[in-house]
């Protein structure tokens, strides 16, 4: 256990950021570059590479969890300390931030640093506003507002024209014009259309090659049953519940041993979830039906064929609770016996629909399922945007897994009653008038001559439920 002065480097509001350009490629191109500064297994030498002009150099910090666009380093201390410690922080923080920016010109990026006897310690000084030194980095206003928009991403001034697919001499700004070209220049790439980062993790956990994967959201949407539309996807936000507050318990009251890996076991716990959940909803076809667009800490961003989504939010939470139950020590610790789970957001839409704005809406889907749990259960929040439009129906609530795994069977027997019959069924519903509503509902599940199977939702939430479950089975399998 070394203690030193702990410098957290990452890509802020960095969703926003990756989903800039519509399509697949350009949120690869993006991702190729963060994660290539961020992987961990190349991180040693890029960090040599940049800081080898500095009077200190930096490590990187092994006590930090494994994120895309984070880049934890430590200053270790000296034998007999070091008073210019954040001096020499604040240099190697720029040095590092202005590498990165020549990269990618339109990413935000914050470095925050503390020096403490641990990371955790650390973490808690440098992420609360108060206490924390730091400095921001984000892209400068462009200088002549007159100049044409970047044509892939609308956010900055075009300053090249390049040739992107079938289209030639696209305008683009410099952000985009690293996200299209530069990548296919690094040595190793040798199919311009190669997966990176925590795509290519998810591949070696499954055996899989770079040749299983798809190239554009519509190949994606078409992996769907044959049976159903095959143009929709799932853009899906996953995060931990109450992590935060479990670090800062740690930091105060864990022992040594643990504070120093539990951020690297969270980390290793999201990877794993992430593995079994998408090995659960691989077919014979092994096409990946999963795209992970973000792997941080705890949580992830990924687009999945619509109709496995709900299999493969569910496995992933199981796998991530299980997984958190098994670090050694943590329950121990943990403030009132919680148990550590997440919760997620599921946003369902056309696979043309903008990728910027179903990030958006399942980030929304997410915050929503925590608020109504407290974070304290996992919660799926979701929106089918087909069906809802962009804003959630008054009544929709968001279910826990427990809720989900309960009702699954009785899930299971509505998605089988016909869409004609489930359609009738949702006009029935006035959420102000519940037992008007329950008996219509009633009288219409015995015409169909399905008794029971409203029953259980009716049971569990009323006619609100009911709306809840028709929503639901749309995509569940
Ligand atoms: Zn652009």
């Not at 200190?56 to 070091?82: Q, S």
């Not at 590092?96 to 010109?105: I, K, Q």
């Not at 929106?383 to 929709?396: A, F, I, M």
């Amino acid at each position: 256990m070394t203690g030193g002065t702990f410098i957290d480097i990452a890509a802020v509001r960095i969703g926003d950021y990756l989903s800039r350009t519509p399509d697949l490629k350009g949120r690869r191109g993006a991702s190729a570059w963060l994660s290539h500064a961020s992987h961990r297994a190349g991180l040693p030498d890029w960090l040599a590479t940049v800081t080898a002009q500095l009077p200190t150099r930096p490590e990187v910090n092994p006590e930090a969890g494994e994120a895309d666009g984070l880049i934890p380093l430590r200053i270790p201390t000296g034998p007999a300390g070091d008073p210019h410690s954040g001096g020499a922080a604040e240099e190697v923080a720029r040095t590092v931030v202005d590498a990165l920016r020549r990269r990618l010109p339109g990413v935000w990026l914050r470095a925050n640093w503390a020096a403490a006897d641990s990371y955790l310690a650390a973490y808690r000084v440098m992420h609360d506003p108060g206490t924390g030194a730091g400095l921001e980095a984000f892209p400068p206003l462009p200088d002549l507002p007159m100049l044409a928009t970047c044509a892939r991403c609308r956010v900055d001034p075009a300053v090249a024209a390049i040739d992107i697919h079938e289209e030639g001499n696209v305008p683009v700004c410099a952000d985009c014009e690293a996200r299209y070209t530069d990548r296919y220049r690094r040595p190793g790439l040798w199919h311009e259309h190669v997966p990176v980062g925590a795509e290519t993790d998810l591949l070696e956990a499954l055996s899989l090659t770079p040749r299983q994967v798809v190239q554009h959201f519509t190949e994606l949407a078409a992996l769907g049953a044959e049976d159903g539309n095959r143009n929709h996807l799932a853009t899906v936000h996953i995060d931990g519940n109450g992590l935060g507050a479990l670090f800062d318990h740690i930091a105060r009251y864990g022992d040594r041993d643990l504070k120093a890996r539990v951020s690297a076991r969270v980390s290793a716990a999201t990877r794993t979830a992430l593995v079994e959940a998408t090995r659960t909803v691989l077919d014979s076809s092994r096409t990946v039906p999963v795209i992970p667009h973000l792997v941080g800490g705890d949580d992830v961003l990924v687009s999945v064929v619509a109709d496995r989504a709900w299999r493969f939010v569910t496995t992933y939470l199981e796998a991530f609770a299980a997984r958190m139950r098994g670090i050694d020590g943590l329950t121990d610790h943990l403030p009132d016996g919680q148990r550590v789970t997440a919760s997620a957001g599921l946003v369902f839409a056309h696979a043309t629909f903008p990728f910027r704005r179903s990030a958006e809406l399942a980030g929304a889907a997410l915050r929503t399922a925590k608020q109504e749990h407290q974070g304290r259960d996992a919660a799926v929040g979701w929106l089918d945007v087909t069906r809802d439009g962009e804003q959630p129906p008054r009544h929709r609530a968001t279910w826990t897994t427990r809720a989900l795994a309960e009702l699954g069977p009785a899930l299971a027997a509505l998605a089988t009653v016909p869409a004609s019959g489930r359609a009738v069924c949702e006009r029935l519903i006035d959420p102000d008038r519940p037992a008007l509503s329950a008996a219509r509902l009633r009288e219409q599940a015995r015409r169909l001559d399905r008794g029971d199977v409203l029953d259980p939702f009716l049971t569990h939430g009323g006619p609100a439920a009911v709306a809840d479950a028709l929503s639901l089975v749309r995509w569940w399998r």
